[in-house]
């Protein structure tokens, strides 16, 4: 079995690499070779079965060099953040859409028709209400660059699987929290900062309304995500193979009660939630869902987030060493 993970050296793809490993096999048989593509790579892994390359997904030659002339599954997850896309427009259509023909189009070359996971947004929803639920079959009318790349590599994925290319699968991904370091140029950074830095004894500032709905969902959820929908069988899926992820809905608000409930069982004492409000951060959320429906998802086998309090305990032993 040879897995390929885009955006290897990423959070998720760092955590995926390893639970794959951990377990050893993916669709009942034995892990071999593990490849890993990204720009860089700030925490290596140390086992025979992993090969990093070092590249950029915007890069031809650097994906069709990871992923070869052979693939058994591509875990598509390299991509620009939701800020930068909208800061960098023509860099955004080079990494989050090219990157993603690059990717499909070394599937479809590869002997074996592999199955490719690719990992889609919420972002891709937009220009209607935000308050009323969000499924599978709400329109996608994204309002940010970043929804609209995650949108078009969607439809590719469903084209190439009709045309045969490939077995495509399409993870529509809430918010993940709570992503460990410190914030980036996401939209969305807020998510986990509100949880991360007032649980490390740091100020959070909170460029959003404190009543703020927003779908979220847990890392380890997300990476038991991936793997189950590797796994599921194609007789299965419907000719949509875009899946949202049901998710929490969460407020800032719940979020500080919640963190101030497991910081005063384990004795954490907690940094302050700061009102800083950016009106150009708030634009963006305001176009995304505030809450989600992933009833199509569950209905594969692929697992819920979860309780708000379990993820926050889960980010403070995995990271926090407590």
């Known amino acids: 079995m ?8 990423g959070f998720l793809g760092h955590q995926l690499a390893q ?34 390359i070092q590249g950029d997904i915007g890069d031809r030659d650097a994906v069709y060099s ?42 479809r070359a590869a002997a074996g028709r592999p199955r490719v ?15 009323q639920m969000m499924s599978d079959t709400t329109k996608q009318l994204p309002q940010t660059t970043y929804g ?30 709570i992503r460990p370091g410190r ?3 996401a939209a969305s950074s807020w998510a986990s900062g509100m949880f991360r830095e007032p649980l490390n004894g740091e100020p959070c500032l909170l460029p959003i309304r404190r009543d703020q709905p927003h779908p979220m969902t847990s890392y380890r959820t997300v990476i038991e995500s991936f ?30 009660r919640v963190i101030t409930q497991v910081a005063a069982a384990r004795e954490i004492k907690l940094g302050p939630m700061v009102d800083a409000f950016d009106a150009r951060i708030q634009s963006i959320v305001d176009n995304w869902p505030q809450q989600v429906d992933g009833s199509r998802a569950e209905a594969l086998g692929l697992p819920q987030p979860p309780p708000l309090a379990a993820i926050v ?10």
């Open 148 to 177: 609209i790349t995650k949108a078009m590599c969607e439809m590719l994925v469903n084209d190439h699987t009709r045309k045969g290319h490939f077995d495509g699968r399409t993870v529509r991904l809430p918010t993940v929290i």
């Open 19 to 52: 639970k794959i490993l951990h377990i050893g096999t993916l669709c009942d048989k034995p892990v071999s070779e593990v490849v890993l593509l990204d720009a860089a790579f700030h925490r290596p892994i140390s086992d025979p079965r992993v090969k990093t």
């Open 227 to 256: 793997i189950a929908f590797a796994e599921v069988n194609e007789s299965k899926l419907g000719r949509d193979r875009a899946y949202v992820l049901p998710a929490h809905r969460v407020t800032p608000e719940i979020a500080e």
């Open 2 to 9: 040879k897995i390929i993970i885009t955006g290897g050296g």
């Open 66 to 107: 990871a992923v070869g002339s052979h693939a058994d599954v591509i875990f598509h997850l390299a991509s620009m953040v939701s800020g930068e896309c909208e800061e960098r427009y023509d860099d955004a259509l080079r990494v989050n859409l090219d990157g993603g023909r690059h990717v499909f189009e070394a599937a």
């Open 313 to 322: 305990e889960q980010y403070v032993e995995d990271f926090l060493g407590r």
């Open 183 to 185: 914030p980036n140029a």
């Open 117 to 131: 996971v690719f990992a889609s947004s919420v972002a891709c929803y937009g220009g209607i209400d935000m308050t």
